[in-house]
């Protein structure tokens, strides 16, 4: 196995999962939200359900690129 970052795959799909990753988690977390449904993690093996958070602000944050972009 290789112990080179993620970011530095030669699979273009590999490289970019991460980010795919991530845009899952926010979506979830949205849905959750909207839906008043827990989203259940696991942390250090012990199972947590959290409660969905009240709708915040938006914050300014960089956007995410869109699946591809390899800024």
Request: net charge positive.
């Amino acid at each position: 196995m290789s112990q080179r970052p993620i970011e530095q795959a030669r699979d273009a799909d590999l490289r970019l999962t991460y980010l795919a990753l991530r845009r899952a988690a926010q979506r979830a977390r949205e849905l959750a939200q909207q839906t008043g449904t827990a989203i259940v993690v696991c942390r250090q093996g012990v199972i947590e359900y959290l409660p969905p958070q009240p709708e915040l602000a938006p914050t300014a944050q960089e956007p995410i690129p869109p699946c591809g972009d390899t800024r």
